[in-house]
């Protein structure tokens, strides 16, 4: 009996500390919470009127963003002229989503809706040369792009490659230790989404597909639609351009490079075109100026 209420009592004492642990755990977060929104408080009250500040994690190593959508939204404010300033964070929008902007104190997530908040804000069309037709045929490759080739990136970028390519890819902003960490999750994130149900070999067949796709509705034409560029284009290459310079080894960069050479044409176009300060934008500028040759 003795020895049973030893044991209870040891037990409980444990029980006490790890809640102890726990809910000064819970405090520590909340407060870190709560003065990282009140710093951002305080900041965005110097905020340029007029003026989108695109709230983006840092720049990579031969890329801007070794994330395709603050590079699909920096490209739409670049081909719109609309005015904005870079705030290199870890923060997260209130939706829990990176990139994001604010516009005259008003908060605004998810690279899409940020692009038709500014649309209907600012009376912004990069479409209106476009058909009805075209239209649609835009929306459904940005769809192909976003929700499809993307998740075939994040699956051989994550769960295949395992992350190892990611710290010398965003120059160190993500450490070894955190890339293991976020490959982690990212598994079961593709098995709810569906391609991750897949195994490799079919996803890289949906991949090719995609790709085939694009290249071929692409064939020639300076931009997807011709020699006017579209918002379609911002998402294009938003996603082309981690092929072609932040996954190195894969068949995304093979393909990118190589086997389809009008996508790659493509996005060095839209680059030179849109990002004629290519090599201010990334941590190690590329040889011979930023309009340098291209990759063999």
């Known amino acids: 009996m003795d020895l049973a209420v030893k044991l209870y009592e040891d037990n409980s004492c444990k029980l006490k500390y790890v ?20 710093k951002y408080d305080q900041k965005r009250q110097n905020y340029p009127r007029d003026t989108v500040v695109l709230h983006q994690i840092g720049r990579g190593k031969a ?22 300033i870079n705030e290199h964070t870890h923060q997260p929008s209130s939706k829990g989503k990176t990139p994001w902007i604010t516009y005259n104190g008003e908060d605004v997530d998810d690279s899409q809706m940020c692009i038709d908040f500014l649309n209907k804000k600012l009376g912004v069309d990069m479409n209106k040369h476009l058909s009805l037709e075209q239209k649609s045929i835009g929306h459904a490759f940005r769809i192909l792009v976003e929700d499809h080739l993307y998740w075939t990136g994040v699956l051989q970028r994550w769960v ?66 011709g020699d006017d560029p579209c918002e379609y284009d911002c998402s294009i290459f938003g996603l082309l351009a981690q092929a072609l310079w932040s996954m190195p080894g894969s068949p995304h960069e093979v393909m990118a490079k190589k086997e389809f050479p009008n996508l790659k044409d493509y996005i060095y176009r839209v680059r030179e075109t849109f990002w004629p300060d290519w090599n201010e934008c990334i941590l190690e500028p590329e040889q011979g100026g930023t309009r340098g040759k291209k990759e063999k």
């Open 160 to 225: 295949y490659d395992k992350g190892a390519h990611v710290p010398e890819a965003s120059g160190g902003r993500v450490t070894p230790f955190q890339a293991r960490m976020i490959s982690r999750k990212i598994g079961p994130q593709a098995y709810m989404q569906g391609l991750g149900r897949h195994t490799q070999e079919e996803v890289m067949c949906i991949l090719r597909k995609d790709v085939e796709a694009l290249s071929c509705f692409l064939g020639q034409k300076k931009f997807l639609f």
């Open 19 to 38: 809640s102890g642990v726990l809910v000064g755990a819970a405090l520590v977060v909340v407060a870190v919470k709560r003065y990282r929104k009140y």
């Open 63 to 84: 890329i801007p963003s070794v994330s395709p959508f603050p590079i699909k939204l920096e490209t739409f404010l670049r081909m719109a002229k609309i005015p904005f």
